[in-house]
């Protein structure tokens, strides 16, 4: 497991006083209100910033960073990777998990078969959605109670129970 998660991803610049806008990548935007430091990470550095202020607008996050006081610097930042370490995540309610800690599994049906490596989550709104490759093809599990069996994190494995017609979509 890595011991940092990826909760965002920094737009633009807001105004002239060096805020940005932040996209959530998780389904609850306001868990960016929570934060008190974060790392950016771009290609080629990583800095750590304290957060100095950050609100809500609309679907995404204002966020002022201590030492960057104007447009120009905010800009910079644009595209970097809003890091946090593990200890400073929010807690998760049973059955949830960090795409992060999701991703490159290997997923197993319920009779024995491997269907491939989790590549990537969707999130719909009603539920999420796992994305799983192999060399021949790409299939799509709703991640719902009839689904999804079991969830290793430890071991990367994912047991599921395909429902009847999944694999043929």
């Known amino acids: 497991m890595n011991d940092r998660l990826r909760v965002g991803i920094v737009g633009k ?82 059955n949830e998990f960090f795409v992060g800690d999701l991703i490159d599994s290997q997923v197993i ?3 024995g078969r491997n269907l491939g490596k989790l590549v990537d989550v969707y999130e719909t709104g009603a539920n999420d959605v796992y994305v799983v490759k192999n060399d021949d093809k790409e299939l799509m599990i709703p991640a719902i109670k009839d689904c999804i069996i079991k969830v290793d994190t430890e071991n990367l494995i994912i047991t599921v129970h395909l429902l009847p017609g999944l694999e043929d979509l």
């Open 109 to 111: 049906t319920d009779d």
């Open 13 to 94: 610049a807001q105004g002239i006083k060096g805020e940005v806008r932040v996209h959530s990548v998780s389904n609850d935007v306001s868990r960016l209100l929570e934060l008190h430091n974060v790392i950016l990470k771009s290609k080629k550095t990583e800095i750590n910033y304290e957060v100095a202020s950050a609100r809500i607008q609309k679907d995404f996050c204002i966020m002022r960073f201590k030492g960057v006081e104007d447009r120009n610097t905010a800009e910079v930042l644009n595209g970097s990777e809003v890091l946090i370490k593990r200890e400073d995540s929010a807690e998760l309610e049973d």
